[in-house]
């Protein structure tokens, strides 16, 4: 297996697969971290999902973008994020989700302007067009990727949201309605105590209701990838494969 740094546009990304030397991957994957989490946080996924199904070894290539924002002045010198959080959220004063699902967070824009210069750049460095490239993230990183899954000048494979939640909701919901039949693979913890199951919920039904594909995995965990969830995940991104 390789890994290799390199940058994909305006985000420093880590490179992972396990293709013979001079294969071009039929599948490319990009994960984004979650909010807090060092760059590299996700990249141990791409060997356990490999390992999980090892078609994906055979076929993909994983790719997993560097928030652009450091967190040092907040006494994380490791973290990063997609965009930044209101203090009155970090510190639990105000999570009332349904009010924040209806905002654009300041730095969105920006974000999803970062993320889609590294999609294009992937697609150009591996003669993949978006539909053979998976989109996701953990967290915020999944609420990025669903901005990005839904403004892409064609559809992606598929997007996959890992503890994700609802934003930018009036947005969402009327680009959602030009992306029916993306497949979507959605998991989020019951006892999730950062971004509710209720909240999840809400956004798996917009997708739903707009014609997407939703694979929905609840599981009895907090705010983390579960064993099962995993196994699920793979199976999912077997399916993007292309068949022959």
């Given at each position: 297996m390789?890994r290799?740094?390199?940058?994909?546009?305006?985000?420093?990304c880590?490179?992972?697969d396990?293709?013979?030397?001079?294969?071009?991957?039929?599948?490319?994957?990009?994960?984004?971290h979650?909010?807090?989490?060092p760059?590299?946080?996700?990249?141990?996924?791409a060997?356990?999902?490999?390992?999980?199904r090892?078609?994906?070894?055979?076929?993909?290539?994983?790719?997993?973008?560097?928030?652009?924002?450091?967190?040092?002045?907040?006494?994380?010198?490791?973290s990063?994020?997609?965009?930044?959080?209101?203090m009155?959220?970090?510190?639990?004063?105000?999570?009332?989700?349904?009010?924040?699902?209806?905002?654009?967070?300041?730095?969105l824009?920006?974000?999803r302007?970062?993320?889609?210069?590294?999609?294009?750049?992937?697609?150009?460095?591996?003669?993949?067009?978006?539909?053979?490239i998976?989109?996701?993230?953990?967290?915020?990183?999944?609420?990025?990727?669903?901005?990005?899954?839904?403004?892409?000048?064609?559809?992606?494979?598929g997007l996959?949201?890992?503890?994700?939640?609802?934003?930018?909701q009036?947005?969402?919901?009327?680009?959602?309605a030009?992306?029916?039949?993306?497949?979507?693979?959605?998991?989020?913890g019951?006892?999730?105590?950062?971004?509710?199951f209720?909240?999840?919920e809400?956004?798996?039904?917009?997708?739903?209701?707009?014609?997407?594909?939703?694979?929905?995995?609840?599981f009895?965990?907090?705010?983390?990838?579960?064993?099962?969830?995993?196994?699920?995940?793979?199976?999912?991104?077997?399916?993007?494969?292309?068949?022959?």
């Amino acid at each position: 297996m390789r890994r290799v740094s390199t940058r994909l546009g305006e985000l420093d990304c880590q490179v992972v697969d396990a293709l013979p030397p001079g294969s071009a991957p039929e599948l490319a994957i990009l994960l984004c971290h979650g909010y807090g989490a060092p760059a590299t946080d996700l990249v141990p996924l791409a060997a356990e999902l490999m390992s999980l199904r090892p078609q994906l070894a055979r076929q993909a290539r994983f790719v997993f973008p560097a928030a652009p924002h450091a967190l040092a002045e907040l006494g994380m010198p490791h973290s990063r994020a997609w965009f930044h959080l209101p203090m009155e959220v970090l510190t639990g004063r105000q999570r009332d989700w349904e009010t924040y699902a209806r905002m654009v967070p300041e730095g969105l824009p920006t974000a999803r302007r970062a993320v889609l210069s590294a999609v294009s750049a992937l697609s150009t460095a591996t003669k993949l067009p978006y539909g053979r490239i998976v989109l996701g993230g953990f967290s915020q990183g999944g609420m990025v990727t669903t901005d990005v899954a839904l403004r892409l000048e064609e559809p992606p494979a598929g997007l996959c949201i890992l503890s994700g939640t609802l934003i930018a909701q009036e947005e969402w919901k009327a680009r959602a309605a030009g992306r029916k039949g993306l497949p979507v693979f959605q998991g989020h913890g019951r006892y999730d105590d950062i971004l509710p199951f209720q909240a999840a919920e809400r956004l798996r039904e917009l997708l739903t209701e707009a014609g997407l594909g939703v694979e929905f995995v609840p599981f009895d965990g907090p705010h983390t990838i579960a064993p099962e969830e995993l196994e699920r995940l793979a199976d999912f991104l077997v399916a993007r494969l292309p068949v022959g």
